[in-house]
């Protein structure tokens, strides 16, 4: 927390304590003011109690409505904070540890955790502090005696049953998180699945596993509902038997009637912000469980170690040297306890140099490593030997947003964000005018369905509202419209028909003349046009070369080739 975020917080604790020891002053001297009243004395007698009654009960409301003011600031300044920090974590290339329900959940309500430690827990706990240091001042002053018997009811309420129900609630707290990101994974899977569970016929499965992960959510959520009702309950019961135990004390002592009022209704009034505290010691259990889980996500490792000083992206134009390069993705553990199997390379000692405007096609069965050198060029998983140079700079020197710059484009699963067409596109260039977005889109040969969609039109979360070929051209368009000095395409005609793929490659070959690009696919039709093509089997280079010398050898790809041919005629 800054020191300006500190001061402010300040302000809010002083304005809070003011306002409860407002309200304290207030039930004093109307108390007083009420027993001595009843004694007929002169009214110039009563004028002070008068004057400080108004005082207290004006002031309450004003201190009240200025630490609700300061205090919902500085807790809603530090959620947004805290949710910044939690998204600089989850933009940065990391390995995927958590479903996207379990992230939004962690997003929304593990983030709340941060203002209700403010508004719930720390401004209540030094409010109530001095409102009771207070209350025991004044049963000091009126009747010595009677301050121990309110420091010890106040002790109960205050220290001890927060105490207690933080023990109690700390069991099952740290499920009730987990628990509900559980029951939003499984919503999430019954409406983003809806169709195929309709189509296979499970969907009744699927609603008695949401059922199921409902009740245990709710099981946890009445245990602890349980565990408030009995802490207000004991606090009640202390602020009662602590009153009582007052006005005992202060018959017995010889106490006049003003006495006992003042340090009744002293004492009953002093319980008000302490009572509070049961549920906030309830409350910080699962903030604590909440924070941790934040912190799980923060102190994630990185997909790739950043450079502690990054090294100066070279200047242009850019040749990108790619030499025995070896990517090992993360082992999966076993079963029993044994130790993780080791995998095997995903990509194992590839060599590939992209010149300026040189265009390299990568071609292999599923799994053969293609998308995962594509992702170790754009710094989004760590090499485990070999490198990747710019310039003669290794891309481990600079910094991971850098090396993205130059090179990125079109990944394996684009997201379409729920937005219009145009701002998707201008997710890529946010200052293209209208020109340039309508020559990407042209490009992508997507000008047709644009024009009759719409370009304000309402895209669907994940490109729901679009087909897999219109949500795959539309990626495309935002890759051409980001123009990175090295064009990385995965997969651009995937999802198309036959002949709008045959036409967009056409067109691709067309607009990438001359531009330096690393092209992954899985057709050959076009392919003539490429300075060189790499096949990979395994994660290894087992063939390389021009298309006309490919198919004249034998081999995976011209069986593919043949494969192609035949089945097109």
Not at 71 to 93: C, F, M, N, S, W
Not at 196 to 212: F, I, K, S, T
Not at 383 to 396: A, F, H, Q, Y
Request: one cysteine or more.
């Amino acid at each position: 927390m800054n020191r300006r975020m500190g001061t402010r917080l300040g302000w809010a604790v002083l304005a809070g304590a003011a306002a409860d020891l407002a309200g304290l002053g207030l039930i004093a001297a109307a108390a007083w003011l009420i027993t001595r009243a009843a004694e007929q004395p002169p009214l110039a007698a009563l004028s002070v109690a008068i004057v400080a009654t108004r005082a207290f009960a004006t002031g309450k409301g004003v201190f009240r409505y200025a630490e609700r003011l300061t205090g919902h600031d500085v807790a809603l300044r530090a959620q947004a904070g805290t949710r910044e920090r939690l998204y600089e974590a989850l933009i940065a290339p990391r390995p995927p540890r958590h479903g996207g329900a379990d992230l939004l959940s962690r997003m929304v309500d593990d983030t709340e955790a941060v203002q209700d430690l403010l508004v719930r827990c720390l401004l209540p706990a030094a409010a109530a502090a001095v409102t009771a240091v207070a209350a025991v001042g004044i049963g000091l002053f009126v009747l010595p005696v009677t301050a121990l018997v309110l420091l010890a009811g106040l002790a109960v309420a205050g220290v001890l049953l927060p105490a207690v129900t933080a023990a109690a609630t700390r069991r099952w707290a740290a499920r009730i998180a987990p628990a509900r990101a559980a029951l939003a994974g499984t919503v999430a899977d019954l409406v983003h699945g809806s169709a195929d569970l309709a189509a296979y016929g499970a969907g009744e499965r699927a609603l008695e596993q949401a059922r199921a992960a409902d009740e245990a959510l709710a099981s946890l959520e009445r245990r602890q509902a349980r565990v408030h009702a009995l802490a207000l309950a004991a606090g009640t019961l202390a602020q009662g038997l602590t009153v009582a135990g007052i006005v005992l004390l202060a018959q017995a002592s010889g106490a006049g009637t003003v006495a006992t009022a003042v340090l009744a209704l002293t004492a009953l009034v002093s319980f008000e912000p302490v009572l509070p505290l049961a549920a906030a010691g309830e409350r910080l259990a699962g903030i604590t469980a909440a924070l941790r889980r934040l912190k799980e996500v923060r102190e994630a490792p990185a997909a790739v170690t950043e450079p502690p000083a990054p090294a100066p992206l070279p200047r242009p134009p850019y040749t990108v040297e790619v030499a025995d390069l070896v990517v090992r993705h993360a082992p999966a553990g076993r079963d029993g306890g044994l130790p993780p199997a080791v995998p095997r390379a995903a990509v194992d000692g590839v060599s590939l140099t992209l010149t300026p405007g040189r265009r390299v096609a990568l071609v292999g069965p599923s799994g053969a490593g293609k998308s995962t050198l594509l992702a170790a060029l754009m710094r989004l998983v760590e090499p485990e030997s070999g490198s990747v140079r710019v310039n003669g700079v290794d891309v481990r020197d600079l910094a991971s947003d850098d090396v993205r710059t130059l090179m990125t484009g079109l990944t394996q699963d684009p997201y379409i964000f729920q937005t219009t067409l145009r701002d998707n596109l201008r997710l890529a260039g946010p200052d293209a005018g209208e020109e340039r977005l309508r020559e990407a889109v042209r490009e992508a040969r997507l000008e047709q369905w644009a024009d009759r969609t719409g370009w304000d039109a309402q895209l669907g979360e994940d490109g729901r509202t679009v087909s897999g070929g219109q949500l795959q051209r539309l990626a495309l368009a935002r890759a051409l419209l980001y123009d990175p000095p090295v064009l990385l395409l995965d997969e651009p005609a995937e999802a198309l028909d036959e002949e709008t793929a045959d036409r967009l490659m056409a067109d691709l070959l067309d607009v990438t003349h001359g531009r330096t690009t690393l092209l992954v696919t899985h057709r050959l039709r076009g392919l003539e046009g490429v300075d060189e093509i790499i096949v990979l089997e395994e994660g290894r280079v087992i063939q390389r070369g021009p298309h006309e010398r490919l198919v004249a050898e034998p081999g995976y790809y011209r069986d593919l080739w043949e494969s192609e041919v035949l089945t097109r005629r």
